[in-house]
């Protein structure tokens, strides 16, 4: 069946960086591009960024961009989001989502179907 | 501060159907397809809708997604306490070359 299994939970300083991996299986990784959002504490959802399985063009969330990277390595069917300068507020549940992002007569259409089960980053001194 | 506005919490009683809005604008969802999840506190969200109204496999007709212009509606039918989450919906916005998420509904079947 189609899953997504995510790194363990980490706990950082502020000002480190952190590196939380997505590791699909049961469907073809280069046929679905990855999503990741997060949910800090009390908080809602909130989207961070989408990398295509076409040559891993990436989009941010603007707030994230200077401080965010996502990548591939298809050889292992593996996902990352790399989270640097880390402050308390990034203090969340990190979350990777198998999605489809593309153009439909003019509209774009965009979901994320199948979701890892999260991984809580906590960042405190 | 959401890009899409959904209001906070909506309650119902078992049996009885709830629809929760979501508003937004023409960068949003007046011109992409709009999808919808649902979210019990720590598990994965579920995909419920996508593409304003067609459902995944194995998610029950109880749950329908319409829309209008620059909003959309999720409406759940004979409801369940299973039923009881926070419930997203989310979009492409062409001007921010990003997804995004409402600010999520509680949903609590009394």
């Known amino acids: 069946q189609v899953q997504l299994v995510q790194s363990g939970g980490e706990v950082k300083k502020p000002g480190a960086s952190v590196k939380v991996s997505c590791k699909a299986s049961g469907y073809t990784f280069s046929s679905y591009g990855i999503s990741w959002a997060r949910q800090a504490p009390g908080q809602g959802l909130e989207w961070m960024g989408w990398i295509s399985p076409y040559k891993g063009s990436t989009n941010y969330a603007e707030k994230l961009q200077d401080r965010i990277s996502l990548t591939t390595d298809p050889s292992t069917s593996t996902a990352y989001m790399e989270l640097r300068s880390l402050r308390s507020d990034d203090t969340a549940v990190y979350y990777c989502?198998?999605?489809?992002?593309?153009?439909?007569?003019?509209?774009?259409?965009?979901?994320?179907?199948?979701w890892g089960k999260g991984t809580t980053v906590t960042v405190s001194s | 501060q959401s890009v899409l506005t959904q209001p906070p919490s909506v309650s119902a009683a078992p049996g009885q159907t709830v629809t929760i809005s979501c508003s937004g604008t023409?960068?949003?969802?007046?011109?992409?397809?709009v999808s919808w999840y649902q979210h019990l506190p720590g598990t994965a969200p579920k995909l419920l809708i996508y593409?304003?109204?067609e459902r995944p496999s194995g998610i029950p007709d109880r749950f329908s997604g319409s829309k209008s212009d620059t909003s959309a509606t999720l409406g759940i039918t004979g409801l369940q306490a299973g039923d009881e989450a926070d419930y997203y919906c989310?979009?492409?916005?062409?001007?921010?070359?990003?997804?995004?998420f409402g600010g999520g509904t509680k949903l609590t079947v009394l």
């Open positions: 593409d304003n109204n």
């Open positions: 989502a198998r999605g489809k992002l593309g153009e439909r007569i003019y509209y774009f259409y965009y979901y994320m179907d199948v």
């Open positions: 023409s960068s949003n969802i007046g011109n992409n397809y």
């Open positions: 989310g979009t492409w916005d062409g001007s921010l070359s990003a997804g995004v």
